[in-house]
């Protein structure tokens, strides 16, 4: 809650968006995806690193985020993605 802020909600859509369209789904890819919407949004990569991971697998810490992202698989990447933004909009975060 703390982290999410008004940029949050597009840079997720963005994010969420670039790996769908991505072809070769492989963890490189994916960072480079995501730093790519970071620079595009005018912030630091990491300041959206643990959202991410939070989104994905419900946990702010674990394992390399990029494999983790890449063994979960574009599909269910993408759905999950999908899916916390959907709840987002459901919940007040003021």
């Known amino acids: 809650k703390k982290k ?3 940029i949050a909600p597009e840079f997720f859509a963005r994010i969420k968006s ?3 369209n991505l072809s070769d789904f492989r963890h490189e890819n994916i960072q ?8 595009e ?6 300041q959206y690193l643990q959202l991410f991971r ?4 419900g946990e702010s810490i674990g394992p390399a ?9 574009k ?14 909009k459901t919940i007040s975060l003021t």
């Open 4 to 6: 999410w802020d008004a």
């Open 75 to 88: 599909n269910e990447v993408v759905d999950r993605l999908e899916n916390a933004l959907e709840a987002v």
């Open 18 to 20: 670039r790996l769908d």
């Open 32 to 39: 480079k995806e995501y730093e790519e919407t970071a620079a």
């Open 65 to 73: 985020l990029w494999d983790t992202a890449e063994l979960l698989g």
């Open 41 to 46: 949004l005018n912030v630091k990569p990491g």
């Open 54 to 57: 939070v989104l994905l697998v």
